[in-house]
């Protein structure tokens, strides 16, 4: 289904308000209806535009609340989870007027979206899970440090390291959006697959990305945890799962284990690409994506 050349898909930005909150997104693209939820939580949207595909799909992405020029919880930065951002999902779904869209989630997105498939799924043609996994918590980040540390031994003695390694280490600290800012940036070499031997096309991104400090909490303060292992099995959209062989934070590991858990599902491994594969691999993510999302 086209989009229109006016009206909530119209190119641009949008807003709607929810529960007296304002959620804003931004439509680019032509052909059929992608909504795609961005990573963190707490990163901007912007790093998330893939043009390759707004070749083929007409890109609807969300601007989590909480960041950017979309509203603030009474809570904030606590409050923020999985079904308030599914909530809002559903809502732009709706203001869209559309009868089904697909769902694409990068990272904390992908978590997003498969809570999303799981419990609203009625709209939903079709779900991408790109770079994400089943589960969050101390097995997750064990297998993190893992990768990060394969990642510190293929670059050990490079001068960057040092100052990727106190990033990381900076993380659990985070407490603010000044520091929330410092550790993206910080760490964001470790997120691709080859980043100081492509320093010029991705220095950009490292310069320009921001975020807002989001807690991982819920209203009243507990972790906002993640296991869907065992509910993935009931999934009844169709699913894609999309990842970079290099990817530290939601690696081959998880996709793996997603594919296996959702009844059908497709796997994608970028070869190339670490969390970014859109940006390190735009034309092989946006044709396997097109072609899921078309059916050609």
């Given at each position: 289904?086209?989009?229109?050349?006016?009206?909530?898909?119209?190119?641009?930005?949008h807003?709607?308000?929810?529960?007296?909150?304002?959620?804003?997104?931004?439509v680019?693209?032509?052909?059929?209806?992608?909504?795609?939820?961005?990573?963190?939580?707490?990163?901007?949207?912007?790093?998330?535009?893939?043009?390759?595909?707004?070749?083929?799909?007409?890109?609807?992405?969300?601007?989590?609340?909480?960041?950017?020029?979309?509203?603030?919880?009474?809570?904030?930065?606590?409050?923020?989870?999985?079904?308030?951002?599914?909530?809002?999902?559903d809502?732009?779904?709706?203001?869209?007027?559309?009868p089904?869209?697909?769902?694409?989630?990068?990272?904390?997105?992908?978590?997003?979206?498969?809570?999303?498939?799981?419990?609203?799924?009625?709209r939903?043609?079709?779900?991408v899970?790109?770079?994400?996994?089943?589960?969050?918590?101390?097995?997750?980040?064990?297998?993190?440090?893992?990768?990060?540390?394969?990642?510190?031994?293929?670059?050990?003695?490079?001068?960057?390291?040092?100052?990727?390694?106190?990033a990381?280490?900076?993380?659990?600290?985070?407490?603010?959006?000044?520091?929330?800012?410092?550790?993206?940036?910080?760490?964001?070499?470790?997120?691709?697959?080859?980043?100081?031997?492509?320093?010029s096309?991705?220095?950009?991104?490292?310069?320009?990305?921001?975020?807002?400090?989001?807690?991982?909490?819920?209203?009243?303060?507990?972790?906002?945890?993640?296991?869907?292992?065992?509910?993935?099995?009931?999934?009844?959209?169709p699913?894609?799962?999309?990842?970079?062989?290099?990817?530290v934070i939601?690696?081959?590991?998880?996709?793996?284990?997603?594919?296996?858990?959702?009844?059908?599902?497709?796997?994608?491994?970028?070869?190339?690409?670490?969390?970014?594969?859109?940006?390190?691999?735009?034309?092989?993510?946006?044709?396997?994506?097109?072609?899921?999302?078309?059916?050609?």
């Amino acid at each position: 289904m086209n989009a229109p050349a006016t009206g909530p898909l119209a190119t641009g930005t949008h807003t709607i308000t929810v529960n007296g909150v304002d959620q804003r997104y931004h439509v680019h693209g032509a052909g059929p209806v992608c909504v795609a939820h961005s990573g963190g939580p707490g990163i901007s949207w912007e790093y998330l535009r893939m043009p390759e595909l707004e070749r083929h799909l007409t890109m609807v992405y969300v601007e989590p609340v909480g960041t950017g020029g979309s509203g603030r919880l009474p809570t904030h930065p606590h409050g923020y989870t999985r079904e308030l951002y599914s909530r809002h999902v559903d809502l732009v779904v709706d203001h869209l007027g559309v009868p089904t869209v697909h769902l694409l989630g990068h990272s904390h997105g992908g978590f997003v979206v498969q809570y999303h498939a799981l419990h609203r799924p009625d709209r939903i043609a079709g779900i991408v899970l790109y770079d994400s996994a089943p589960v969050t918590g101390p097995e997750h980040g064990a297998e993190a440090m893992r990768k990060v540390e394969e990642f510190a031994a293929r670059h050990a003695g490079h001068p960057g390291l040092p100052g990727v390694i106190q990033a990381f280490r900076s993380v659990p600290s985070i407490a603010d959006d000044e520091a929330m800012v410092a550790a993206i940036r910080g760490i964001l070499p470790a997120y691709f697959a080859d980043y100081w031997g492509r320093e010029s096309e991705f220095a950009p991104l490292q310069e320009s990305v921001t975020g807002w400090y989001i807690s991982g909490l819920d209203a009243d303060h507990s972790p906002d945890l993640i296991d869907d292992r065992g509910t993935l099995g009931s999934l009844t959209v169709p699913a894609l799962v999309v990842v970079g062989r290099h990817d530290v934070i939601c690696g081959v590991r998880w996709a793996e284990e997603l594919q296996k858990l959702i009844p059908d599902a497709e796997l994608l491994i970028l070869e190339d690409s670490g969390h970014f594969g859109h940006l390190e691999q735009p034309w092989e993510f946006a044709g396997a994506v097109a072609a899921f999302v078309t059916g050609d």
